[in-house]
């Protein structure tokens, strides 16, 4: 390479100013293989191992452990955008899994390349860095430790050491790891593809059989290898090559205690590992079974094993019949037609049925491992989920000598390529059309036409071969090549020595015995040896009845079709038709994800460090394509991303769209791309995306952004910086501001309480010197008031006196100068007048003066005149001594006139009843207690309305006087003093005693017979009627009644008794009098009683002589 390329190599992205060459290929310049290949050799050197081609990540096996896989680089490579950080391999892991989970797209991850280049790594990297970034939790962390688990167990069934990888799988694996919602993993399920099961029974050289034959003789204990009936010496067995039984750098004892723990992990059981481990130590040592010829009598050749210690042991270990083992592998049988044909096996077929039992073993324990561990760490949850699927399958291999297995894995190398192309220069072109992006069609080698060449139904090479293995006849690998030959012979990518065309004729370097195929990634001379055979896979059905047979769960489990209930004469699948089946449903499975790339290189055939192989290098980028991968890449966008995401990554970039754009996203982009000037023609708008022609634009966004998130950051920190002094500056200067208004408040409170204190003392001071001043001053005033006041008394009385005695004087002698002129006068009018006065004149004027006097008085009087109520006792007072008895006589005068005037106004029921008053008046006043309450009571007599009520009609019938008194009264029972109502009526002429509620009279007696009534003098209703003796009433003595209206009673008794019988009657008031009870004089007493009954008076017959009234 020149300098001049070199030189334009070396121009770096401003992000990628610290990184070695370039690190997206994208970027190189100029773009030629050499550049390419320097390119990676730079970085390889470097330590970087991975470069990009847009987002398609080249991985160069290091062969040595770098540092670039720690927890932190996960914690780096964490969300961050794929462009940001150098590349990486977790970058890519980064990015597939969060498309995954935020925008819900399935992923697979499909890592190629040749053995050795690092696939296996590569994906249990991207396997470790998933499990590091996805969720957490109990649950969550053993279903990712099952997957992580899986690895080894499969690695040691499945991967041997080979010339050009010490840990090479031996099969292809696919693995959907599935996720839920939230990303968080639920389990997985695992694909595996054509075991190389050759490998069991013979090695190239240098190469060794799978680990796990290894690994138990190294790692299990003395007594489990007894248990296994194995001995520890690798070179005890034929099926383990022995020029490289140990690897340098492999601990096979230390990786036999991995596998077992893995197992143990996963989820396999004790009997289940043992079992495997058992089937494992049967392949090993049916490896040592031999076969020697014996002759038969019949001429026809047999075998016998040499030394059946071994076939015993392996009939113990799986608990198979000897003799029917022994059987299978010296007789085959051939059904057809129901008919049963058995044919003795010579030497060689006995050593090829006991490998294909061998192989079949162990291919079959292989896939049952699978699909134990696939029951394990299957999902447990019908929820729907979400998928990565990460496929690790053999790269393309060309060797020396090409067998099937290289045609197989290389047939699916092609359909490899076939999807790549589908999914990424397809899907790309395709996006550009969906987006409206102008595009100019790019030419790529599509490869279909390789996979119809192997793949077609009718003219298919695999077609062909498996027709080839079903014809009757001889069928040999010869055959088949012919048969290719023929059909294929115009194919533009199939080459044959012997074909019809002509082509190849002369061509030396295509053996005779060889088919060459121009695959995409170079040609491969495929030698046809073995391709019927191993198309074929045959295992003689008598083995796998006897394995069916067999004492042993899992070995019986592993042939089903030795089942002779279930014999199927159809010849199984070919080994072919199946990987074309399988490969075909992967394919399918893959279209249907997202794919991200891992193309690994291998640097060197040594697996040594350090060493860049550049011809090797070259030889695999170029048949992975590489170039022209970047060549679509280049010609195309190499980013794109929808708007609203673009935007807001990049919105800090312009004024306009920062902080926040309003509007579309569209036009926040077209605003921001506008200011940022980039250049027309490196990016397009599509309908939903942006797409930028060149990383180089991608990077300078990112480093402006990067950039303007340094100075975004630096002026959050500035402003955080600010506003946390100002906040505290602030805080501060409040506290100082209270500290100091507290200090000042508390210093002046101080102060004032000192001066106060001070005035207080000082004020108090000279209030008491004030005080006492004042007091001074005050007594001396009051002093000075008081001699003043006595001094003046004095003067004023001396005056006083002496005005006194000057006025004494003064009238004195007025007066008796008055005194002296009026005699002067009297004289004189006497000795002037004396001549005309007669004797009597005196008496005249005397008598004018009276009358005068007289005159005033009356006139006075008349002014002064009380009101006419006769009770007003008013009566003005008397104005001239004189006069006394002249007005009292007025008065009574006067009093007797408004009397008089007062009666006149009385109509004459009104003046009955004043009478009757008048005489009550007369009979009680200050005579009975009960007299003063009955003053303002009216006489109302007919209490009982006897006329109007029905009730009374009886009574009203039977007395026909008019009633002057109707009234309840209370007639004291004579026996016991106890009361009981009767009516009372007074009549004209008789005093009637009536039952209250019959109206039945009881006594009738005539006033003429009443003789007294007696009462106390107390405040009480009872009195006495005394009858006449001998009378008709009086048969049943006098009556005892107690009435609320005594005083009426007593009253209008004694008027009606005046009236009727011109006779007073009389009225005793007296608090003890006698009573006649029949022929007994009962003495009623009247005593203070107690208030016990309230104000009632409570009769009480003491004995028969005496009668008590308790009067309240
Ligand atoms: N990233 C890496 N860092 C360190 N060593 C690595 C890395 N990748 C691969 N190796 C080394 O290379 C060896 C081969 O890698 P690996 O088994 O992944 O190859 P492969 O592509 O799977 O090959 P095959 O197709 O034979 O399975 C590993 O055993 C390891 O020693
Ligand atoms: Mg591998």
Known sequence: MNADKMAKMEVKTSLLDDMIGVGDMVLLEPLDEDSFINNLKKRFDHNEVYTYIGSVVISINPYRSLPIYTPEKVEEYRNRNFYELSPHIFALSDEAYRSLRDQDKDQCILITGESGAGKTEASKLVMSYVAAVCGKGAEVNQVKEQLLQSNPVLEAFGNAKTMRNDNSSRFGKYMDIEFDFKGDPLGGVISNYLLEKSRVVKQPRGERNFHIFYQILSGASEEFLCKLKLERDFSRYNYLGLDSARVNGVDDAANFRTVRNAMQIVGFMDHETQSVFEVVAAVLKLGNIEFKPESRANGLDESKIKD??????????????????????????????????????????????????????????????????????????????KVMGVLDIYGFEIFEDNSFEQFIINYCNEKLQQIFIELTLKEEQEEYIREGIEWTHIEYFNNAIICDLIENNQTGILAMLDEECLRPGTVTDDTFLEKLNQVCATHQHFESRMSKCSRFLNDTSLPHSCFRIQHYAGKVMYQVEGFVDKNNDLLYRDLSQAMWKANHSLIKALFPEGNPAKINLKRPPTAGSQFKASVATLMKNLQTKNPNYIRCIKPNDKKAAHIFNEALVCHQIRYLGLLENVRVRRAGYAFRQPYEPCLERYKMLCKQTWPHWRGPARAGVEVLFNELRIPEEEFSFGRSKIFIRNPRTLFKLEDLRKQRLEDLATLIGKIYRGWKCRTHFLLMKKCQVVIASWYRRYSQQKKYQKIKSSTITVQ????????????????????????????????????????????????????????????????????????????????????????????????????????????????????????????????????????????????????????????????????????????????????????????????KDAVDEKIIIAEVVNKINRANGKAASRIFLLTKNNVLLADQKSGTIKSEVPLGDVTKVSMSSQNDGFFAVHLKEGSEAASKGDFLLSSDHLIEMATKLYRTTLSQTKQKLNIEISDEFLVQFKQDKVCVKFIQGSQKNGNIPTCKRKNNRLLEVAVP
């Open 308 to 385: 059946k210690n071994e076939l015993k042991e392996i009939c113990e270990l799986t608990g198979i019949d000897q003799s029917v083992l022994e059987r299978a592998f010296s007789f085959r049988t051939v059904e057809a037609k129901q008919e049963k044909v058995s044919t003795t096996l010579n030497v060689a077929q006995a050593y090829y049925a006991r490998d294909a039992l061998a192989k079949n073993l162990y291919s079959r324990l292989f896939s049952w491992l699978v699909t134990r561990i696939n029951e394990s760490i299957k999902a447990q949850t019908k929820v729907r989920k």
């Open 764 to 955: 108090s001071y000279i209030r008491g010197w004030k005080a006492r001043k004042q007091l001074r001053e005050l007594k001396h005033l009051k002093r000075c008031n008081e001699a003043a006041t006595v001094i003046a008394a004095y003067w004023h009385g001396t005056q006083a006196r002496r005005e006194l005695k000057r006025l004494k004087e003064e009238a004195r002698r007025k007066h008796a100068v008055a005194v002296i002129w009026a005699y002067w006068l009297g004289l004189k009018v006497r000795r002037e007048y004396r001549k005309f006065f007669r004797a009597n004149a005196g008496r005249k004027i005397y008598e004018f003066t009276l009358q005068r006097i007289m005159q005033k008085y009356f006139l006075e009087m008349k002014n002064k005149m009380p009101s006419l109520s006769p009770i007003d006792k008013n009566w003005p007072a008397r104005p001239y001594l004189f006069l006394e008895s002249t007005h009292k006589e007025l008065k009574r005068i006067f009093h007797l006139w408004r009397c008089k005037k007062y009666r006149d106004q009385f109509t004459d029921q009104q003046k009955l009843i004043y009478e009757e008053k008048l005489e009550a008046s007369e009979l009680f006043k200050d005579k009975k207690a009960l007299y003063p309450a009955s003053v303002g009571q009216p006489f109302q007599g007919a209490y009982l309305e006897i006329s109007e009520n029905p009730k009374y009609k009886k009574l």
